[in-house]
């Protein structure tokens, strides 16, 4: 089987990529953050700003955008867990594959960055147009943190396992059968 495995908020903690670049370029707005992240709205913990404007600051900002997409940490435990994730699928006879909205070239090559410089390495690198193209991708199962993605993915008639996060527990949520807190719990599952 293929598993797909999104980057930012399953691999990449791309929030705290982008508090630090608040916190070192906008230090006056930090004090106005409000995290946990509630949502996946910009606004809902970017309130300072207008969707567009956050979106232009994440997306469109030159070295902002570099800073956020290069230097954001790992999500705590995935980077521990891949490699081993990864021994585990090729083991079973498993492909790897990342699939990953990305929504400008250049995010897409400081993404490839950020995943050359924490050596993961994939069977197969899928960067979708947006995030419900995922579902058509030749991957059987999708790992994600976005509800719509999942629920693309299963409506598709394909297996979506939901990366639990603080943000995707707390809107209105359809049950799915496969949740995990961190990657090493696709053993139990796949």
Same mark, same amino acid.
């Given at each position: ?73 790992? *999500?705590?435990?995935? #980077?521990? +867990?891949? =490699? ?6 090729? !083991?079973? $006879? ?44 030749? *991957?059987?199962?999708? #790992?994600? +943190?976005? =509800? ?6 299963? !409506?598709? $008639? ?33």
């Amino acid at each position: 089987m293929r598993i797909g495995i999104d980057l930012d908020g399953v691999l990449r903690d791309f929030v705290s990529g982008v508090v630090q670049a608040i916190a070192i370029h906008n230090p006056s707005l930090i004090h106005k953050v409000e995290l946990p992240m509630l949502g996946y709205s910009f606004t809902q913990w970017l309130p300072f700003w207008t969707e567009k404007e956050s979106d232009d600051y994440v997306f469109r900002s030159g070295d902002i955008t570099e800073y956020i997409y290069t230097q954001a940490p790992p *999500i705590a435990t995935s #980077i521990v +867990d891949f =490699n081993k994730i990864r021994k585990y699928l090729h !083991d079973n $006879g498993h492909e790897l594959c990342l699939v990953s909205y990305q929504p400008t070239e250049e995010v897409m090559e400081y993404s490839k960055y950020w995943i050359d410089k924490h050596n993961l390495r994939f069977d197969d690198v899928y960067w979708s147009s947006g995030h419900d193209t995922k579902k058509d991708f030749d *991957i059987d199962w999708m #790992i994600d +943190d976005n =509800n719509q993605v999942l629920y693309s993915v299963e !409506d598709s $008639g394909k297996k979506a396992i939901r990366f639990v996060t603080a943000y995707n527990m707390h809107e209105n949520y359809r049950h799915m059968k496969y949740e995990i807190n961190r990657l090493k719990e696709i053993r139990k599952i796949i």
